[in-house]
């Protein structure tokens, strides 16, 4: 582990931004899918028993590959492939932001927006790296919640096709902030992905976010040199740039005792 630390990179999904499930929400997502898709199914049945086994076989290949695909390749080849095609093409961006929607609305975590202002007021660049798919929603989202200033680079599986542990997506972002990966942290709630590809390009520190109930065998590759319970416990790590509080780190044995969560 390095102590040098001058950037900091995050995890979207379970780490930065939590779902919370809203019924009208999310049907409000599956009818539009259905209309897109023009089917007289009930959206929620044609949701449930065609989008989402197809889903599944896509993200079978997507983990397999490290790739995230394009939108009309998304909804071309894997879940609306029998549906007319000049329609789901024009719909393909439109249709992959209701999908997401599906999921139930997305909302930055306790404590976010102001540790994530703090570190900027501290010196650190901060950055996103996070496996999604479609292109619109995380701008979207930047710019309603005045968020864009504060991220140095913002990598979306979505936009390079590249998904973690892939190192290219990390790359892509160390690259854009211009501070070595020695220099620089990640923070993520998915060992296996996060943490893995953070030490493939050799980040100088890497940390779980642990708000949920995942559990994971910790080895060489995939242990973190922390854990954290809070995203405000970031303040509490990095006071300034170029240096780690190391009091402040919680073993991530403390999270996966014997390797494992209780």
Same mark, same amino acid.
């Given at each position: /582990?390095?102590? !040098?630390? +001058?950037?900091?990179?995050?995890?979207?999904?379970?780490?930065?931004?939590?779902?919370?499930?809203?019924?009208?929400? &999310?049907?409000?997502?599956?009818?539009?899918?259905?209309?897109? $898709?023009d089917t007289d199914e009930d959206p929620e049945i044609f949701y449930d028993e065609v989008i989402t086994p197809r889903?599944?076989?896509?993200?079978? %290949?997507?983990?397999?590959?490290? $790739?995230?695909? #394009?939108?009309?390749?998304?909804?071309?080849? %894997?879940?609306?492939? !029998?549906?007319?095609?000049?329609?789901?093409?024009?719909?393909?961006?439109?249709?992959?932001?209701?999908?997401?929607?599906?999921?139930?609305?997305?909302?930055?975590?306790?404590?976010?927006?102001?540790?994530?202002?703090?570190?900027?007021? +501290?010196?650190?660049?901060?950055?996103?790296?996070? !496996?999604?798919?479609?292109?619109?929603e995380i701008d979207e989202w930047l710019d309603e919640d005045g968020l864009r200033p504060y991220f140095k680079t913002?990598?979306?599986?979505?936009?390079?096709?590249?998904?973690?542990?892939?190192?290219?997506?990390?790359?892509?972002?160390?690259?854009?902030?211009?501070? #070595?990966?020695?220099?620089?942290?990640?923070?993520?709630?998915?060992?296996?992905?996060?943490?893995?590809?953070?030490?493939?390009?050799?980040?100088? /520190?890497? &940390?779980?976010?642990?708000?949920?109930?995942?559990?994971?065998?910790?080895?060489?590759?995939? +242990?973190?040199?922390?854990? &954290?319970?809070?995203? #405000?416990?970031?303040?509490?790590?990095?006071?300034?740039?170029?240096?780690?509080?190391?009091?402040?780190?919680? #073993?991530?044995?403390?999270? %996966?005792?014997?390797?494992?969560?209780?």
């Amino acid at each position: /582990m390095n102590t !040098d630390i +001058r950037a900091i990179y995050l995890d979207l999904g379970d780490t930065y931004r939590v779902i919370r499930k809203e019924k009208d929400y &999310i049907l409000d997502a599956k009818r539009k899918i259905a209309q897109m $898709c023009d089917t007289d199914e009930d959206p929620e049945i044609f949701y449930d028993e065609v989008i989402t086994p197809r889903y599944d076989l896509y993200r079978e %290949w997507a983990l397999k590959y490290y $790739c995230e695909a #394009p939108e009309q390749v998304l909804w071309r080849r %894997w879940l609306a492939y !029998d549906r007319d095609p000049e329609r789901i093409s024009k719909y393909a961006g439109e249709l992959t932001y209701q999908y997401r929607r599906t999921k139930g609305r997305r909302v930055v975590v306790d404590g976010g927006v102001e540790t994530v202002k703090e570190l900027n007021r +501290r010196g650190f660049a901060v950055g996103i790296i996070s !496996d999604l798919v479609g292109t619109r929603e995380i701008d979207e989202w930047l710019d309603e919640d005045g968020l864009r200033p504060y991220f140095k680079t913002v990598q979306q599986s979505s936009v390079c096709y590249v998904r973690k542990p892939g190192p290219a997506i990390y790359y892509y972002a160390i690259d854009e902030v211009g501070i #070595p990966a020695e220099n620089s942290a990640f923070l993520g709630d998915n060992l296996d992905r996060d943490i893995i590809g953070a030490k493939a390009v050799n980040m100088g /520190m890497t &940390i779980a976010a642990k708000w949920g109930a995942k559990k994971y065998t910790l080895n060489a590759e995939n +242990r973190p040199d922390c854990v &954290i319970y809070a995203f #405000p416990q970031l303040l509490d790590l990095f006071p300034e740039p170029g240096k780690v509080n190391t009091q402040a780190m919680i #073993p991530p044995e403390d999270a %996966w005792p014997g390797g494992k969560d209780e």
